[in-house]
Each structure stands twice: as structure tokens, then as C-alpha cells.
């Protein structure tokens, strides 16, 4: 059985964390100078381990084992969100690194491929790098992306990063078992459990939405209560209705959200004549997804008959949950029970991750680690040494096991 | 009594509409080159009517007629909002210079003279040129100022419309039996109460107010309902019960308004950790308002004290409503009574006018004509020309009984 170097583990989590170090966190967004010579210092250590390191044309940074035999690919992504934490990805890259390394030193059957994406945290896309790998990225999506943040196209920032006018690598599902990705998870199910370990059983689909609300602008001093057609007077109906339907349709793991609310014109004194809301619901059910959607439509459809104001319904994008690898959660919960009995759970991952990408090409499965105190995408974000040790104790022996079969 | 000439009077009120045309209605924002154009139209229309026209360094236009006797001062203002109707603050002015001729022609005791006020609408301050007239407006404000729009400084706005460097006239109150302005009612208390003509009895007060919500900005995946601090929601169900409150301790005409939310950051995946509303409320009877203050802040302490997000109200600003002196009411209801017996009321003014400011320093009196369909701050704003007629005739009646009393 393959056993990981703690302490190379965990000095190499520290060291990519010192590329854009933002307190106790990072801020290492896609295709920054951090990002990249992060990148260039994740191709050494692949090299050093062995691997055959090629950063590619999106900037993925894929390190393949020579020689022939099965293969698993484990990876994540090494860019984070703006002044964010230190694992989200990274964690599960160094992992993929730690694994390979431990496996090797083994010399059982296979070997470990390992992989940094780019960009599962979309500061240009959303999976930019997991999808191009996966041959789901073409090029006119690549002309039109820019940075959300600052507009620069996705095209400049490839060719100052150094990456424009490489091949992009696409994946060759023939050479691989699979795909495993490691990942904090973000939320508390884990330490509110009391847990240590949780294997993913699927990729929450999510559904978006916009409401728009359409009223008449008017004075707000001169026009009577009874005459307004207040479109943010509709907007908030609408969203204290869906405070108090929700839970009743809700499964025990279904999360909406209201993100973003609008009022047109914004202005103090003037009724808002257009109100509108970024409205999202996430679950793992698909009938689950529909009885949501259902409730939200028949709101929306009330609120609209109930006037004054007009009240539409526009589905931005509606994902699918993606199942991971049956054999491969298997595989991850033995070695989770062999390594901390008791300490594990099946859950669904209310995330999206890498690994529902690699999904649709080759078996996927994730496995995650707790986050202390259920906080991410903010610098704060922490597991326990012993916990990411652990993990990639884990990650290795259901590796192996996977090799085996 | 003097008889004003419709023609005449309807004839300036579309020439002035020309500076600026907009569709049916204006864009003549405060020291555009249409409004300082305007302005001196009216400059030159006064001396034609035998005044002594001066624009000052706010741009107000006033038009003094030579000689001793009592005085009347009558106006309002000539710039409009951004894409708006060719009668608010127009119809007032133009009134005055009509008045004014009637007065003179008819040769009775005491003279009008003519105003028109700056930046009325706030394009750079509030009732700016009508302060500054009252002397409530300081030159430091005046260097603090600036464009909502386009954050041209005020200072930089008067020089290129010829006005930096004259002198600001002051309103001298012994001169003056009083102001009177007349106004489009903006609202459609008249129309739908099949009257044609409004004494107003008081400007309302707007009490104006900021409510930010603290919560905890997370991932709106993985972070359970159940532990969620989302501020965005604790804003609507505050709303939503201020929806539910406010008609039970509103008097007949409160009205109240929510103008703008934010949440912070705005994204559709990140549960809003800030949130921000601003709120208004308006009423004559200032018992009123303070019952609606109370009930607004019962209702924040709730929100704050039922958690997970904290809930805070800042006052940002409270104006005292302001009575029409009591005499000027009876001369215009007088008036109204003999040109138009049984169509008019007495009503409050939803809507805030330079009159409120003028009433701080001489007795002050308005008249309102109706809206058709209740509609203004936009384009399509309008009043049946017999409408404008009947009310530019009472205000000269008025007139004449006050100067003559």
C-alpha cells in the first residue's frame, strides 16, 4: 500500500500558497503573474517527481507518467477566487502530486497522472481549463471570454501569460481508469457531523434564474399608494412569497438563493419602474429540480396575475447532476474506513467542481476533507494539518486499489 | 381685476418649451446651453413687459418692476428634469410674467415681479437657486457641488455658463406681500376628483432613510440554509413587513417608497454578506410622521433582534412640513370660487417646490393645475390648455385681492 509523505505534503501546500499569499489566504486569480509562476513551479515539481510536465494553451498543466500500464489522472485546480483561501483547489492539486509521488515510490501496478486546471473559478469562463481538456471549449468561445472582473480578453491574457499559441492537451480517455479530484468541501456537513472524510455520491445540478418585474416610474411624492406600480414593491412580494414556499418544497440538502437584486431607475425618490432578481436553487434530485421549478413558476405566475405590475420568468441555465463513479466511491470508502473507521460519509457535493466536467469523459470521483467552521472562498478558509494528511493518505490507498482492480 | 391673455400666455409657455424640446416634453437640465438659452429669453421677455431683469450667479432670472408700492414676487423654476414634461416649473413662471402684465395693464395698486428659480430639480444641489435667493445657501456648499450625473462641479457649470463672478441676489422681505407659485399638481388627486383647480394648504416633509443589513457573505452552494447569514433576505422580509405595517399607520395621503437596494457583492453564487435599502416616507402632519419613524424603527429592532443578521436604520434626512400662510389660501380659494365655482380644493403637495423654501422668509402661497392621467418627471406630461388658462387667471386675481388688501 502506497504511504504519502506528510510533512512533503504539507510543505508543498505552503509553498504554492506563497504565490500571492493574501494574509492567511490567496489571492492568486487566473493567468496573474502568481497564477502563472505557480503554474511554472507546479511543471517543476511534476518534473521532479518523475513526470512529463507541458503547460498547454489554455494553461492546464498536465504531468503523465511515461511508460505504459493503467492510469488514474488526479488533479483540481491551482487559481483562486479573489483574496480567497489557500485550499480550494490547490488542495486538491498537491494531492494529486503527493499520490503520484507515493505511488510511484510503491511500484505496484499503474501510475498517476497529475493535473492543474485553469480556471474552474471562472474569472473568464467556468471550467475554462477542465473543458477544454474535455474537448468542450471551442475556439469562438475562447475569442468571445473576458475577464469578469476587468474585461481583458481571454485571449490577451493567454498571450501574456505566455500560453497563447501552444496546442491545447485533450484528454485520452482510453489511457485512463478515471479521474479523482480531493477538495475542501466548503460547507460544515462534515464538521457538524463530527467527520472527518465524505465521499462525494454526486455534483449538485444548479438552476438559475432572472425575474424581471415591469412597473411604471413615477414621483414618489405625488403619486397615491392606491395608483403605483411599484416594480420593487412586486420584486419583494415575490421573494418574501419564495422565503416561505421554498422550505416546504425543499429537500433536506436543496439551497436557493437570491444574489443580486436591481431597482430601475435607483433613485430615492422615484418608484421603481423595473425591479429584477438573480434567483438560483441547487439539489442533486432531479425530480427534486422539477417540483422547484414548478413552485417558482406558479409564484411567478400568481404575482403576475395579482398585478399591478407584470412579472416574467427567464431560466439562465439549468445543470444537470452529474453521478460519480460508483466503483470509485467504493474504492474511496474502504480506504476511508480502513484509515479512520466510522469517520466518513456519502454526500453530495453542493459545489460544481472540475470532476463533473472530466465526468462526461471518463469515471469521476471526489472525495473531501473538512472545512473548519464551513468557511470558503474567503482568505479564512482552514482545514486541520491532521485532516489534509489524512485525506491524502486516503486518496492514495483508493488510488492504488483503483490501479489494482 | 385684471384679465390675462390666454393666448399670449400659451403662446410663451411653447416657445420656452423649445429650448430643449424632448418629444413632446423637454431636456433642459440645469446650465445646459438650453436652460442658460431659456434663461435669457425669459430675461429679455421681462424687460418687454417693462421689468428690470437680472440673471444672478446661481443663474436665477428675477424681473423687478421699477417704482414703489406693494410687491408680489411670482415664479418657480425653468429648468426641467432630464427627459422630462415641458410644464413643471415652466407653468410657473410663465405665469408670473403673465400676471405681471395683466397687473401692469390694469394699472390697480402694487406690481409682480417675476422669478425663475436655478436647479430646482437638483441637477447639482436641491432648490439651489432658491436658497441661494434666501440666503440659506453658502459659498462652500457651493464649491462642494457637482453634476449627480456627470460630476461636472457646480463651480465649473456657472463658469461656463456665463454666471461665476455676478453677484447672488437676495431676496429683501419687506419688499414682498409675499411668493406665489403655481404648479402642475405632478399627482391625480384633482383629475380623479373631477376638479380643475388646488389651494395648497402645505408642502409635505420627506423623511429619508438608510437600513443596511450585516450578514455573512459565503458560497451559496455548500453553506446549509440552516447556518446561512444572508442579508439580502433579512433586507426582504424587512420589507416586506414594512409592506404589511405602513397601511395600517399611514393617514390618508402618507406614502412611502423603497428607491433602491443593493446587495453586496451582487453575485448569483455568493450569499449576499451586506445589504442596503433607502427608504422614504412623506406627510403634512408631522404627529404622522413621527408615528411612522416609530414604526419603522420597531420594526428594524425586530429584524435585528430576530437575528442571524444584524439590522441597522440611519436617518438621513427629516424636513418639516411647510404651511401656506393662511391668507394667501382664502385669496386663491376666493379667486377660484369666482372663476371656477365649486372645482377646486384645498390639498397638501406631495412633491417638495422653491415655495417651501420662499415660505422661510416671506408668506408663501401654490396653486396647482392638474396632471393629465397623474403623470410627470417624464416626457408625455401635459394639462388641458383650458386647464392652464383657468389657473394663470386665478393667480392674477389672487394677485390683485393681495396686493390691493
Wanted: aromatic content about 6%; charged content about 25%; overall charge negative.
Amino acid at each position: 500500500m502506497p504511504t504519502i509523505d506528510a510533512e512533503r505534503l504539507l510543505g508543498d501546500l505552503r509553498r504554492l500558497a506563497e504565490f500571492g499569499r493574501y494574509r492567511s489566504g490567496v489571492h492568486r486569480p487566473t493567468y496573474s503573474a502568481e497564477d502563472v509562476a505557480a503554474r511554472q513551479w507546479l511543471a517543476e515539481r511534476m518534473a521532479e517527481a518523475g513526470l512529463e510536465p507541458t503547460i498547454d494553451g489554455i494553461g492546464n498543466v498536465i504531468g503523465r507518467r511515461p511508460g505504459a500500464g493503467p492510469r488514474l489522472l488526479i488533479g483540481s485546480h491551482s487559481e483562486s477566487q479573489n483574496h480567497a483561501g489557500w485550499l480550494d483547489g490547490a488542495l486538491g492539486v498537491i494531492y494529486g502530486l503527493e499520490v503520484a509521488r507515493a505511488i510511484q515510490a510503491e511500484s505496484g501496478p499503474g501510475a498517476v497522472d497529475v493535473v492543474s486546471f485553469a480556471d474552474e473559478e471562472g474569472h473568464y469562463g467556468a471550467f475554462t481549463g477542465s473543458r477544454s481538456f474535455c474537448g468542450l471549449l471551442e475556439e469562438a468561445e475562447i475569442d468571445a471570454l473576458a475577464n469578469r472582473y476587468d474585461g481583458t480578453p481571454l485571449r490577451s491574457a493567454l498571450e501574456r501569460a505566455g500560453y497563447a499559441g501552444r496546442p491545447r492537451e485533450q484528454i485520452e480517455p482510453e489511457r485512463y481508469r478515471g479521474f479523482l479530484e480531493a477538495h475542501i468541501e466548503q460547507g460544515d456537513y462534515l464538521e457538524s457531523s463530527g467527520l472527518r472524510l465524505g465521499i462525494v455520491t454526486s455534483i449538485v445540478a444548479i438552476w438559475q434564474y432572472r425575474i424581471v418585474f415591469e412597473g411604471a416610474q413615477n414621483h414618489a411624492g405625488t403619486t397615491r399608494m392606491a395608483i403605483r406600480k411599484d416594480a420593487g414593491l412586486a420584486l419583494v412580494r415575490l421573494a418574501a412569497a419564495l422565503d416561505k414556499r421554498f422550505p416546504e418544497v425543499a429537500g433536506e440538502r436543496t439551497v436557493w438563493t437570491t444574489g443580486r437584486i436591481t431597482l430601475e431607475p435607483g433613485a430615492p425618490s422615484i418608484i421603481p419602474g423595473q425591479a429584477e432578481m438573480l434567483f438560483q436553487f441547487r439539489d442533486v434530485d432531479p425530480d427534486r429540480l422539477s417540483l422547484l421549478e414548478r413552485a417558482l413558476e406558479e409564484l411567478v405566475a400568481e404575482a403576475d396575475a395579482a398585478g399591478p405590475c407584470r412579472c416574467r420568468l427567464e431560466a439562465l441555465s439549468r445543470s444537470v447532476p452529474k453521478l460519480m463513479d460508483r466503483r470509485f466511491q467504493d474504492a474511496l470508502e474502504q480506504a476511508a474506513e480502513r484509515h479512520a473507521p466510522g469517520q466518513h460519509m456519502r454526500m453530495p457535493s453542493a459545489a460544481g467542481h472540475d470532476a463533473q466536467i472530466l465526468a462526461q469523459r471518463v469515471p469521476a470521483g471526489m472525495l473531501f476533507v473538512p472545512s473548519i467552521g464551513g468557511i470558503s472562498h474567503h482568505w479564512s478558509e482552514n482545514t486541520k494539518d491532521e485532516d489534509i494528511v489524512l485525506g491524502c493518505q486516503v486518496m492514495a490507498s483508493a488510488a492504488a486499489a483503483i490501479l489494482q482492480a
